[in-house]
């Protein structure tokens, strides 16, 4: 249903702004206007200022590619982590999941998507040349790879196991424990663990 | 996947905030927030500012219940409506479904939701009572039952039915052209036309 003429402009502000959240169309939007309105206006307010607070308080982490406050996030700051080895991961979600193995003491690199050819994402837009650089810091010397094991996420293992044995470094990939097609996201902690292990050069 | 107790504070904030969205749970809540501040922070911005002045800029309408920028909304202002007919409707989707037909040009009142035993919604959560002062107004003379055509919106059109006749007024509802067990907002603008046209004493 279309706003008609006679809505007023601050809702119809709100249902527009409210469609750039991912999977939302109109009529969700709509019905989360309501619902926001209607019966949790202190909720709208904190999603308000969560919001702008994440806008203004976050940063790209400078080392890990990752959301952080700091220009150096918390992780990569943590002398207690093996400088040696650098995980890649396509989201903070997939780092999420590997930090909850609680198995795992090397650094990270996040790379905020991957490789789509049929969408345009290529080296390029992903900014890969900072992943060069940080592989560079003459520390590193394993890099494990472990995007998705779907065929995006494959593909871009392909491409970074290419440039970085270029560059001299070790490189390895998640051990296929995760079950093929899947998303690391959605997989459990075990299984993760244990891919992680099992680890084989790439 | 929880929040580790690396993730910064603004992040996991924007995460809990985004929970409060009906339907959003913290997967969905996380990939939103990612997306907004990977992609596109500039909608970030909008969606913060556009719940803030929705929140300050909109209250009930005194006469319809409907989300307003003043205190009588466009629509109740509009001299040009038949004040005689009362549109009893759960939802401003509802309302917006019925405006779409351009066939209907009496006033509204917005339930903003509907009786739901099970649910511990009855007549005082509803605030009924507001809607009874309404049609006290000596203008109101048939009150038309567009509730939807589910169980608690017949119960709702069943209530209201009873107390609205008890005060003397006319009282019909929708004819059943919409579908029954369907809800208005996904009819097609005809259907509504035709059941409003059709529609019989209550
Ligand atoms: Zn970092
Ligand atoms: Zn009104």
Request: proline content about 5%; charged content about 25%.
């Amino acid at each position: 249903m279309d706003a008609p003429m006679s809505e007023p402009g601050p809702l119809t502000d709100l249902v527009k702004a409210l469609r750039a959240l991912p999977g939302v169309g109109v009529r969700t939007a709509r019905r989360m206007a309501y619902h926001l309105l209607q019966n949790d206006p202190q909720a709208a307010r904190a999603l308000s200022r969560a919001l702008s607070d994440a806008i203004e308080g976050l940063v790209h982490c400078e080392r890990c590619n990752g959301f952080s406050q700091t220009p150096i996030c918390v992780v990569c700051s943590d002398s207690g982590r093996d400088q040696s080895l650098l995980c890649i991961v396509e989201t903070p979600s997939d780092q999420n999941s590997i930090e909850a193995t609680h198995n795992y003491l090397g650094l990270y690199y996040i790379l905020m998507g991957r490789i789509a050819p049929l969408e345009g994402v290529g080296a390029q837009e992903l900014n890969l040349k900072r992943l060069l650089d940080r592989v560079s810091d003459g520390r590193v010397e394993e890099v494990i790879l472990a995007t998705n094991f779907t065929s995006e996420g494959e593909t871009t293992a392909h491409y970074l196991g290419e440039a970085l044995r270029a560059r001299g470094l070790k490189v390895s990939r998640l051990a296929r424990g995760v079950p093929a097609g899947s998303e690391l996201e959605y997989v459990d902690a075990g299984t993760v663990a244990w891919a992680m292990m099992e680890r084989k050069p790439a």
